[in-house]
Structure formats: C-alpha cells, structure tokens
C-alpha cells in the first residue's frame, strides 16, 4: 500500500551483517553495533581548504563528471528524465516518484546552493546523464549543537549501470565539493539501512480518492468492507475548522519565521531557517498564475501550499501549515498513470506555547484543526492521497485524522556526526515518538 516502500528497506531487506558495507566501513558515520555516544561530535575533523582533495575522484572510464546548472532549463529537464526513470520505486515495481521540474528547482535551489554540489554523471561519448547526486547547504541543530550541514537527496544511477560501485564514487565527490566549502557535516535519508541511522520514521497514508487508490492497487478493499463503505468513511469534510485560515503571502514572513523558530525548539533536532530561507520553503514553489490554472486548486506548476490561520482579532498568525506535492509514476497504469501524492511539510502553532497545552490534549486538538484542513485543502487540489511521517507532532494525530500505517521506513543519516538515537517511530530515552525529528527531507 505504500508508495515510497522503495525508500523502505524494513526488517532484512537490504540489511547486511556488520563488516558487509566496504564503503559505508571507511566513511566517518557510526559503525553498526557501536552504541550511542557518550557526547555529541564530530568523528573527523574540519580542514582547511588546501587540505581538501583538489581533483575530482576517478570516475570508471567512458564516463565523466558533469556539474549541473539548474538555472537551464534543459538541464533541469535532463535531472527529471533520470530520476522519473531510475529513481526510487516501490519493492513490488510498482510505483515511482516522478519529482517534476519545478519540485527539482525548488529544491535543489534555496538561498545559498552551490551549483558544485549538483553533481552528474554523463556518458563521455554522447554526454547522455546517467547519475546524479545533489547536496544543498541547510543549518542545522542537533540537541545543543548548531552547524552548516549539506542536505543530500536525489542519488540516483541509471537502472543500466547498477550494482558497479558507482553510488560511492558519488558519494565521495559530492562530499569533496562539500568539504571544498567548508562544510563537514551532512544530513540525508534512505529507504535501505546503512551505517548507522540515527532515527527512524514510518510512513503513514490518509487516503482520498479511493476508486483511483483501489485502481492502480495503492490499497484494497478489506474482506468484510465495500469499496462504497470505504468512500464514506474516508470523505473528506468541506468545511475547515480553523477560523481565520488563507493562503500565506509575502507579508506573513516575518511572523512565520518567528513562529517556527520558536515552535522548532521543541524538537531535538531541526533546520534553523532564517528569512529568506523561510519564504524560499513556504512561497516559492506556489506556481504560476492564478489557483484553477493547474487543475482543480492548483497553480500551474504549484509545488508547495502553505496556509496561515490569522487571528481575526489581533491579525496575528497564530499557526501555519504546508505540504508539497510528490506524484509517483503507476508503473504500466496507461489509464492512471500518475498518483497524485501530497507530503505533510512544516508546521507550527502557537498553542505550543500555551501552559499545560501539550498534557491537556488542547495541542492535539488544535493540530487535529489545522491539519484536518490541510486534508481538505488537499482534496480539493485533487490529490489521491496525503502522507505523512511519524515525526514532529505528526503521532498522536494520525489515527484520528484516519491515517492508516505504511509499509514504508525512513531512516536518518548525519554524516560525521554522533548523537545518540532520535525519537522517531519509537520513544527514545523518555522523548515521545517524533518528537526527535523536526527535519522534513523532501
Ligand atoms: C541508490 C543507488 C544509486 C545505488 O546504486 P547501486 O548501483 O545500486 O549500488 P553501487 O554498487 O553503486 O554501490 C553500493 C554501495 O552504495 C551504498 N548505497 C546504496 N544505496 C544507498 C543509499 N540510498 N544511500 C547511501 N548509500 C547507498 C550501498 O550500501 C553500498 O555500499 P556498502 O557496500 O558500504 O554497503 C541506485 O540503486 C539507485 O539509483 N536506486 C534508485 C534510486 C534510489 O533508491 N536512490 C536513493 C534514495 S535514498
């Protein structure tokens, strides 16, 4: 049922015995079986630039290295074409996430990227792009510790050219480009398990349109239920709940900022964005033109929604929401060949501040509201299904808002970095489930 199950790797898959991962064992990340730390750290050093490696790493021959510009469209469009092919499909084939061009512009230009950590690789004879692996620069904070760390995603190797060690060769030249400004720390995510994760968070679906769900085999119809019970109890109200809920616009920045600033702090380990990294997230991918123009509640182009609920006394923000569109390729689906996926993304509310909101319940309940209304907001944008991690504020809500568990797992990887595990599915060391991870990987 879980479209991301190729970012999954859950119980054996792709689990190998310690001393297995001859890359993954040279890399300063915590060895399996190590145990948590005694202090949080560094496991090497910074160095200065001299003493960075100034050539590019070998690549196998016929192939060469390719920086790409996002800036050019074609280029952009080269990026999409080998990840809407190769990049992560579910175990059973059946899905894979097609990020469009616009998500990919988005994301891989926040204020401050460096076009050098854009890496690609092209088939020396006919440049054809068959690997990519990017890096964006992101401050982040782990327990105490604030830093520079690069945000890595979309590693991907043409499904032709598997299994032949080219992904560490990636690796290692995008941590070059990134140790080459300055920076020694990362964070990324996978489905597959690797040296070591430092949490682990489960997928979570809130189905929407459940004859296309059923169609493309997304879910089923349980024995003892009919798909026309099924539509019932999962329709979506049209009535938001939260009063003084609209769209973000550029005004609300400055309070959005702080809010989340704020509201972040609550979690042991989250971005700190400042304002422009703010506005990047939350309004740039609104799309073009006006709501309509990209179907049914969307933009033309429309990446991301953001919502701001106002107080309609005080004009104040008092909470906000976001989420992102992701669809997945139906893999051999001519007549629904698109799932159209919404991802929860940041969120906040004030309530979290309020004495005693959190053991009252008054917090769940007041994300129960808002979230609820990303659910119709989202419907109304005629996407199938909305997902969610178990991460942030996210646990306690999902049942009640009828998310139902995924077979998907995500783990979080810091990269030179030690810090004992964080809460994700699972409490860890008295903090809630969740309440761990205030980073949302895109
Ligand atoms: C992920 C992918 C690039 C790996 O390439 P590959 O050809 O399968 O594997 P290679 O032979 O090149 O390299 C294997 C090494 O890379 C590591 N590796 C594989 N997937 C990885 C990942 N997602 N993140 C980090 N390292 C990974 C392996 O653990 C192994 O190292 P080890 O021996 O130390 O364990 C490729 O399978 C792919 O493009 N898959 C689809 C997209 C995808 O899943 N991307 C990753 C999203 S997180």
């Given at each position: 049922?879980?479209?991301?199950?190729?970012?999954?790797?859950?119980?054996?898959?792709?689990?190998?015995?310690?001393?297995?991962?001859?890359?993954?064992?040279?890399?300063?990340?915590?060895?399996?079986?190590?145990?948590?730390?005694?202090?949080?750290?560094?496991?090497?050093?910074?160095?200065?630039?001299?003493?960075?490696?100034?050539?590019?790493?070998?690549?196998?021959?016929?192939?060469?290295?390719?920086?790409?510009?996002?800036?050019?469209?074609?280029?952009?469009?080269?990026?999409?074409?080998?990840?809407?092919?190769?990049?992560?499909?579910?175990?059973?084939?059946?899905?894979?996430?097609?990020?469009?061009?616009?998500?990919?512009?988005?994301?891989?230009?926040?204020?401050?990227?460096?076009?050098?950590?854009?890496?690609?690789?092209?088939?020396?004879?006919?440049?054809?792009?068959?690997?990519?692996?990017?890096?964006?620069?992101?401050?982040?904070?782990?327990?105490?510790?604030?830093?520079?760390v690069s945000e890595i995603n979309y590693l991907c190797v043409h499904k032709k050219l598997r299994s032949k060690r080219l992904a560490p060769v990636l690796i290692k030249e995008v941590t070059r480009q990134v140790h080459l400004k300055g920076t020694f720390q990362a964070i990324y995510t996978a489905g597959v398990v690797i040296p070591?994760?430092?949490?682990?968070?489960?997928?979570?679906?809130?189905?929407?349109?459940?004859?296309?769900?059923?169609?493309?085999?997304?879910?089923?119809?349980?024995?003892?239920?009919?798909?026309?019970?099924?539509?019932?109890?999962?329709?979506?109200?049209?009535?938001?709940?939260?009063?003084?809920?609209?769209?973000?616009?550029?005004?609300?920045?400055?309070?959005?900022?702080?809010?989340?600033?704020?509201?972040?702090?609550?979690?042991?380990?989250?971005?700190?964005?400042?304002?422009?990294?703010?506005?990047?997230?939350?309004?740039?991918?609104?799309?073009?033109?006006?709501?309509?123009?990209?179907?049914?509640?969307?933009?033309?182009?429309?990446?991301?929604?953001?919502?701001?609920?106002?107080?309609?006394?005080?004009?104040?923000?008092?909470?906000?929401?976001?989420?992102?569109?992701?669809?997945?390729?139906?893999?051999?689906?001519?007549?629904?060949?698109?799932?159209?996926?919404?991802?929860?993304?940041?969120?906040?509310?004030?309530?979290?501040?309020?004495?005693?909101?959190?053991?009252?319940?008054?917090?769940?309940?007041?994300?129960?509201?808002?979230?609820?209304?990303?659910?119709?907001?989202?419907?109304?944008?005629?996407?199938?299904?909305?997902?969610?991690?178990?991460?942030?504020?996210?646990?306690?809500?999902?049942?009640?808002?009828?998310?139902?568990?995924?077979?998907?797992?995500?783990?979080?990887?810091?990269?030179?970095?030690?810090?004992?595990?964080?809460?994700?599915?699972?409490?860890?060391?008295?903090?809630?489930?969740?309440?761990?991870?205030?980073?949302?990987?895109?």
């Amino acid at each position: 049922m879980d479209v991301v199950k190729g970012k999954a790797g859950l119980g054996g898959v792709n689990k190998k015995n310690l001393g297995e991962h001859k890359f993954w064992a040279t890399q300063p990340v915590p060895q399996l079986g190590e145990g948590p730390p005694l202090d949080d750290g560094y496991i090497e050093p910074s160095r200065p630039r001299e003493a960075v490696r100034q050539e590019p790493y070998p690549l196998p021959k016929d192939f060469e290295w390719s920086m790409l510009d996002i800036d050019d469209p074609q280029q952009i469009k080269e990026v999409y074409d080998l990840l809407s092919l190769n990049y992560v499909e579910d175990d059973d084939a059946s899905f894979r996430f097609q990020y469009s061009s616009e998500f990919l512009e988005w994301a891989l230009k926040p204020p401050g990227y460096h076009k050098e950590w854009h890496v690609g690789v092209r088939v020396s004879s006919n440049k054809k792009l068959v690997a990519f692996i990017s890096g964006v620069p992101m401050t982040l904070r782990v327990r105490g510790n604030t830093f520079s760390v690069s945000e890595i995603n979309y590693l991907c190797v043409h499904k032709k050219l598997r299994s032949k060690r080219l992904a560490p060769v990636l690796i290692k030249e995008v941590t070059r480009q990134v140790h080459l400004k300055g920076t020694f720390q990362a964070i990324y995510t996978a489905g597959v398990v690797i040296p070591t994760p430092v949490s682990v968070c489960r997928y979570y679906h809130r189905l929407l349109n459940i004859p296309k769900l059923v169609d493309i085999k997304f879910c089923f119809v349980p024995r003892n239920m009919t798909l026309a019970r099924m539509i019932r109890i999962n329709k979506v109200s049209s009535n938001y709940t939260t009063v003084g809920l609209r769209e973000m616009e550029e005004r609300d920045a400055l309070q959005v900022a702080n809010l989340f600033t704020r509201f972040m702090k609550r979690f042991d380990m989250s971005p700190i964005f400042n304002l422009a990294e703010i506005k990047h997230q939350f309004l740039s991918g609104i799309g073009r033109g006006n709501i309509g123009d990209g179907g049914l509640g969307r933009r033309d182009g429309q990446v991301t929604w953001t919502y701001v609920v106002e107080d309609p006394g005080t004009n104040r923000i008092t909470d906000f929401f976001s989420f992102y569109s992701l669809p997945s390729t139906v893999i051999g689906n001519t007549k629904n060949p698109v799932l159209e996926a919404a991802y929860l993304f940041y969120y906040a509310s004030e309530t979290a501040f309020e004495k005693g909101a959190e053991e009252s319940g008054l917090l769940k309940k007041r994300f129960e509201s808002v979230i609820g209304d990303a659910l119709i907001v989202a419907n109304e944008a005629n996407f199938d299904v909305f997902n969610a991690l178990t991460l942030m504020d996210n646990v306690p809500i999902l049942q009640d808002l009828k998310f139902g568990v995924g077979d998907g797992i995500l783990n979080f990887y810091l990269y030179n970095w030690r810090t004992a595990p964080l809460a994700g599915m699972n409490s860890e060391g008295g903090v809630s489930p969740g309440k761990g991870v205030g980073v949302v990987m895109l």
